[in-house]
């Protein structure tokens, strides 16, 4: 149910406000940190797909389909 989720959702945005600050995490503190979010591998690709932004996309989410799909833990689902 959402509302189970919804303070566990809240603590992760507020340890990692921005896509900086969870690139520059280590990878077990992000893992750590998604504990009560269910699916434990969506906090690695978030980490992933969050380093690959600040390191080759200058910080930005990319604007277009075939660059956002670069982008790991992103695909076409």
């Known amino acids: 149910r959402v509302a189970t989720v919804v303070p566990y959702w809240r603590a992760w945005m507020r340890r990692f406000?921005?896509?900086?600050?969870?690139?520059?995490a280590e990878e077990g503190a992000v893992r750590s940190a998604w504990a009560g979010l269910?699916?434990?591998?969506?906090?690695?690709?978030l980490w992933a797909g969050a380093k690959?932004?600040?390191?080759?996309?200058?910080?930005?989410?990319?604007?277009?389909?075939?660059?956002?799909?670069?982008v790991p833990g992103v695909g076409p689902y």
């Open 17 to 24: 406000p921005t896509v900086a600050a969870l690139a520059e």
């Open 38 to 45: 269910g699916y434990y591998r969506r906090a690695s690709h």
């Open 52 to 70: 690959y932004v600040m390191e080759r996309c200058g910080g930005e989410v990319p604007r277009t389909l075939g660059e956002l799909l670069r």
